[in-house]
């Protein structure tokens, strides 16, 4: 019978060989990780004023942030340009963090950034986790319907309608106390617009800039109804650091009392009659809204195929970068996969029974659970009892124990494979049991072994996109961003495509040169590869002794 349905007790050259497969495996598993965990090199330039880090999505697109449609490189919006005013103020350099919208608070309290600032609404369960500053803007709610709908003209009209917003957000929640049935939420606003164009949603309810810049442009949407509700945007802090709120609070101030934050909203045009009473600022505009006119040029449609493509080509320096991310994580993950694989494996088979039935336990473990759960869990769950992982080390992590338990099955089952006739007959010809596992049946495993394991690296690369809700920018995030900005999620989408596809074939085809390398002929009796007289594989119990 098989090795993990043995009896209980094991046997001492059953310990020794687990020892043996510890002492060869373990160093080869303890070398990735400490690769994964070598922190990068740090620039040789001090930097000259101390960096003020601070969180947002730039997928929450105009105009709080998003990459500037000249060049794709730049971060533009007027909560940019007010990060950087008062990073100025306070003596320090600003430095963007990407993350999510969802974990922008999560993101802070486990300290990736020092400030967040992204449309963050002020509301009783927000401050409930953090501190905010005084408000920087105010703003109000927007309900926008397809230019064709007669049945809407207000709030009150959408109870029995499909509607969509951002979720957890001030909209969401003002739908619930409508008494809005149908609500469906969405993680970015320009999918919300085009779900309400095609026919999907009846209204959408969005804060007023959002709304000014996503449907103002589009001829088949049109406002309706008056403001609703009232918000106040804020930048938030964690509980503890009282000293940095103080100091944000009076750059705040000297923003607004300097006029600067004036200048800013007229630029994007986003000064409104409760932003003046809010101020108490009831002058004429200050400055032309020069941003809000470039945004409006780049509204216009394109249709000439060159000027695609040329756009198109500027994406392939963000998605290079992206690019190179995610094969990073990708092979460091499925690196760690492999030798952990390995290990679980081996010693599920040929382990004694307490080591076998731990290894089982792991593997079930890990594949009866999600591996985004693991993701978030190893990233914003483990700081709680004190380890604290870049995003980087915890996307390997999260990836390459998870893939592990799914290798662990793959050479479970080219160990189960090979007939037990080789390792009769290397024990035959004088070898140890240790010595004819590593030498007779374990390169004929890996060989059955090596094309579902091709595939699974094809699989990672592709799971490797769920590393960036732990503020990673890997390929699948940069499409994101880019499809916002652009409005293009067809084009870009097929660029990114192709960029997947290249990225896997040469591994393909590596490993079926592997294959070819590692296939041995033999005429008659059971070959290296695992196959009997008949050229199939035998995948018969093997005894207690195997």
């Known amino acids: 019978?098989?090795?993990?349905?043995?009896?209980?007790?094991?046997?001492?050259?059953?310990?020794?060989?687990?020892?043996?497969?510890?002492?060869?495996?373990?160093?080869?598993?303890?070398?990735?990780?400490?690769?994964?965990?070598?922190?990068?090199?740090?620039?040789?330039?001090?930097?000259?004023?101390?960096?003020?880090?601070?969180?947002?999505?730039?997928?929450?697109g105009a105009p709080f942030m998003f990459a500037d449609p000249?060049?794709?490189?730049?971060?533009?919006?007027?909560e940019v340009e007010i990060v950087e005013q008062i990073a100025d103020y306070l003596g320090m350099r600003a430095e963007f963090v990407q993350n999510g919208w969802d974990n922008l608070i999560p993101g802070l309290q486990r300290h990736l950034y020092d400030i967040s600032i992204n449309g963050l609404e002020i509301t009783p369960e927000h401050k409930q986790e953090v501190n905010f500053s005084i408000p920087y803007y105010r703003t109000?709610?927007?309900?926008?319907?397809?230019?064709?709908?007669?049945?809407?003209?207000s709030l009150e009209d959408c109870t029995d309608k499909v509607v969509g917003t951002l979720?957890?957000?001030?909209?969401?929640?003002?739908?619930?106390?409508?008494?809005?049935?149908?609500?469906?939420?969405?993680?970015?606003?320009?999918?919300?617009?085009?779900?309400?164009?095609?026919?999907?949603?009846?209204a959408t309810l969005f804060d007023a800039p959002i709304a000014i810049y996503y449907a103002g442009f589009n001829p088949e949407i049109k406002f309706v109804g008056g403001p609703i509700g009232e918000m106040e945007y804020g930048i938030a802090l964690r509980k503890e650091d009282t000293e940095l709120l103080r100091k944000i609070n009076e750059a705040v101030v000297h923003l607004r009392d300097s006029g600067e934050l004036r200048r800013i909203y007229d630029r994007w045009n986003l000064w409104s009659p409760v932003m003046a009473d809010l101020f108490q600022d009831f002058s004429p505009a200050k400055e032309a809204p020069s941003r809000f006119q470039e945004w409006a040029e780049h509204q216009k449609p394109e249709f000439t195929l060159a000027?695609?493509?040329?756009?198109?080509?500027?994406?392939?320096p963000i998605l290079g970068r992206a690019a190179v991310v995610t094969m990073e994580v990708s092979l460091a993950a499925m690196a760690l996969a492999i030798v952990l694989g390995l290990f679980l494996a081996m010693t599920r088979i040929f382990g004694p029974s307490l080591l076998s039935h731990l290894a089982v336990l792991y593997i079930e473990?890990?594949?009866?659970?999600?591996?985004?759960?693991?993701?978030?869990?190893?990233?914003?769950?483990?700081?709680?009892?004190?380890?604290?992982?870049?995003?980087?080390?915890?996307?390997?992590?999260?990836?390459?124990?998870?893939?592990?338990?799914?290798?662990?099955?793959?050479?479970?089952?080219?160990?189960?494979?090979?007939?037990?006739?080789?390792?009769?007959?290397?024990?035959?010809?004088?070898?140890?049991?240790?010595?004819?596992?590593?030498?007779?049946?374990?390169?004929?495993?890996?060989?059955?072994?090596?094309?579902?394991?091709?595939?699974?690296?094809?699989?990672?690369?592709?799971?490797?996109?769920?590393?960036?809700?732990?503020?990673m920018v890997d390929l699948t995030k940069a499409y994101g961003q880019l499809a916002t900005t652009y409005y293009d999620y067809f084009g870009t989408g097929i660029l990114v495509a192709i960029i997947y596809l290249l990225l896997g074939l040469p591994f393909v085809r590596l490993a079926r040169w592997t294959e070819r390398r590692m296939a041995v002929a033999v005429h008659g009796g059971a070959t290296p590869g695992g196959t009997g007289r008949?050229?199939?594989?035998?995948?018969?119990?093997?005894?207690?002794s195997y």
């Open 140 to 153: 109000f709610l927007q309900l926008s319907v397809r230019r064709d709908e007669k049945g809407i003209t």
């Open 1 to 60: 019978m098989m090795a993990h349905e043995r009896h209980r007790s094991a046997s001492p050259d059953e310990w020794k060989m687990a020892g043996q497969i510890v002492r060869v495996l373990f160093p080869l598993f303890v070398l990735v990780l400490t690769l994964c965990l070598v922190p990068g090199i740090p620039g040789s330039a001090a930097a000259e004023k101390p960096a003020l880090k601070w969180g947002g999505d730039t997928e929450g």
């Open 365 to 471: 473990f890990i594949r009866g659970t999600p591996v985004l759960i693991q993701l978030f869990f190893i990233f914003y769950g483990l700081p709680h009892i004190g380890i604290k992982l870049s995003p980087f080390v915890a996307g390997v992590l999260g990836l390459g124990l998870n893939y592990a338990a799914y290798e662990a099955e793959n050479y479970r089952a080219g160990l189960l494979s090979v007939p037990r006739l080789q390792m009769e007959g290397a024990l035959a010809l004088g070898m140890s049991r240790w010595e004819a596992l590593r030498h007779v049946v374990l390169p004929q495993a890996i060989r059955v072994s090596l094309p579902p394991v091709t595939n699974d690296f094809i699989s990672l690369l592709k799971d490797s996109s769920l590393v960036s809700v732990i503020t």
């Open 167 to 202: 979720k957890q957000s001030y909209a969401y929640f003002t739908l619930v106390d409508a008494g809005v049935k149908d609500i469906r939420t969405y993680e970015d606003e320009i999918n919300a617009y085009t779900d309400l164009q095609n026919g999907r949603l009846d």
């Open 534 to 544: 008949n050229g199939k594989y035998s995948l018969g119990r093997k005894p207690a």
């Open 307 to 316: 000027l695609r493509l040329k756009r198109y080509a500027g994406f392939l």
């Open 70 to 78: 000249a060049d794709p490189d730049m971060l533009i919006g007027f």
